[in-house]
């Protein structure tokens, strides 16, 4: 690749985590593009040389977060061995990467829930990559013996899905945040274990 096309690289990116941050802090309806070009630092009809429209810029952004959790995610949780222990990275690094960047949250969890038929379109590719990662590790659970196999693998994903999204969510409106990674552990005790109560051992005759 040479200089000039690096360059045009670093300015769609530049221009793609700035879009994340006005849609974020903004609203995607309420945040214009010119407001998304001053976010960037570049001139107002740049951002046209790079996305036709907002609505493109919005999924574009949404392609690029989840191309960067995709080559961590895959990358870490090669080198675990256990089913378990891949799905147990997996949360741990969702919730990291959301606690690392509240702007980058807050993103996927509100301002991607457009009523647009063809922005939920769009965006369908990407989120089906994303269970389908899920989905992967609870079939190698079953076939290992430590996922239960009489419930549906797409019903499990959404499930394990469902409380990671839910926890995300709860701690964005959250007016005093505290740390959300160290939520993964009760999270997946919850997740692993079920909710119901041990058995009591007998009370004493």
Request: aromatic share 6%.
């Amino acid at each position: 690749m040479n200089r000039s096309a690096d360059r045009k690289a670093e300015r769609q990116q530049e221009i793609l985590d700035a879009a994340v941050r006005a849609f974020s802090r903004q609203g995607y309806h309420n945040c214009t593009v010119a407001q998304v070009a001053r976010e960037a630092g570049v001139a107002d009809g740049t951002i046209y040389l790079y996305f036709p429209s907002k609505e493109d810029l919005l999924v574009s952004a949404f392609r690029r977060v989840l191309e960067t959790l995709f080559a961590r995610l895959d990358r870490e949780i090669a080198a675990i061995p256990c089913p378990l222990g891949k799905l147990r990275r997996l949360v741990e690094m969702h919730l990291e990467l959301m606690e690392g960047d509240p702007d980058v949250a807050s993103f996927l969890q509100f301002q991607l829930r457009q009523p647009e038929t063809s922005v939920r379109t769009a965006i369908a590719g990407p989120l089906g990559e994303y269970a389908r990662r899920i989905e992967a590790v609870l079939e190698e659970g079953k076939a290992a013996g430590q996922v239960r196999a009489d419930v549906g693998t797409r019903m499990l994903r959404r499930v394990v899905f469902g409380a990671v999204d839910e926890t995300v969510s709860a701690w964005i409106l959250r007016p005093n945040r505290g740390p959300l990674a160290p939520q993964a552990a009760p999270l997946l005790d919850v997740l692993l274990n079920g909710i119901r109560s041990p058995p009591q051992p007998p009370l004493p005759s």
